[in-house]
């Protein structure tokens, strides 16, 4: 895909529905080898903590190395209030900024999401760009690279050009400077996964492992493991995401085992 992220196709395993009924019943449907279990490694909250990083953003860095609820810290600043006090309606309104501002998310936008009248959404992302000043400066640093090159860089130094960044036309001009926004981000999270990809397959080759890497979707890699080297294989691939790339906040993987999908 443009960002650096892969896709597949013949079947789409990277878009397997899970959260309807009958995408339930699809998900059990792909199961582990004879004598295997289906193993899931993820990263956690990879492109907020890439932006922490990249940002440098002092406050929103300080949640990931304190491993607080970084959406429930956002809403105790953004609404003066203690954690404890934080509401689940408040965090998933700073869920939403969270992931939303990445992506060039206007006032508009939010409140429809939210389903929040427009000026409670502008009052909201101001108080949001008041705390976490830097990032505001960063995505705007992010739209003025890409219109003085043409093009958004991620961490690793990939490009992406944004040819419409200069459009006359105002939606086709505001979709590339969203894209500035992401690109970087969304960029930098794809370039991570294929480093931990090729550390983690050189790793079992070299271990003799008998457990194979059979598919990644976005920031989770998905392994066929013989029962009994899943503890050892386990923790040998939350090592290998974990340190993939180096980040002034630290990275987390979650792991789950299971017989199918589903059960992932």
């Given at each position: 895909a443009a960002t650096g992220r892969l896709s597949s196709s013949e079947p789409n395993l990277q878009n397997i529905p899970r959260r309807t009924e009958r995408g339930k019943l699809i998900r059990r449907a792909f199961v582990a080898s004879p004598g295997n279990l289906l193993m899931s490694a993820d990263y956690s909250q990879i492109e907020l903590r890439i932006l922490a990083h990249m940002s440098g953003d002092a406050d929103l860095?300080?949640?990931?190395?304190r491993n607080e609820d970084v959406h429930r810290r956002t809403a105790s600043e953004i609404y003066g209030i203690s954690l404890e006090e934080v509401g689940e309606r408040q965090r998933g309104i700073a869920k939403a900024i969270n992931f939303g501002l990445m992506y060039g998310k206007s006032a508009f936008g939010l409140a429809q999401e939210l389903q929040i009248p427009r000026k409670e959404a502008?009052?909201?992302?101001d108080r949001y760009f008041k705390r976490y000043a830097q990032v505001e400066r960063f995505l705007d640093a992010q739209i003025q690279d890409a219109r003085d090159h043409g093009y958004s860089t991620t961490l690793m130094g990939r490009r992406r050009w944004l040819h419409d960044i200069h459009s006359k036309n105002h939606a086709v001009r505001a979709n590339a400077e969203r894209m500035a926004m992401n690109a970087?981000?969304?960029g930098t999270a794809a370039d991570l996964m294929k480093v931990a990809m090729i550390h983690l397959d050189d790793a079992l080759h070299s271990g003799g492992y008998?457990?194979?890497l059979i598919v990644q979707v976005h920031d989770e890699v998905l392994l066929d493991c013989p029962n009994d080297e899943v503890p050892e294989v386990q923790k040998?691939?939350?090592s290998k995401l974990e340190h993939a790339m180096k980040l002034n906040v630290p990275l987390l993987v979650n792991s789950g085992t299971g017989q199918n999908l589903m059960e992932l």
């Open positions: 860095s300080a949640s990931f190395q502008a009052d909201i992302i970087p981000i969304q008998r457990s194979k040998l691939v939350c």
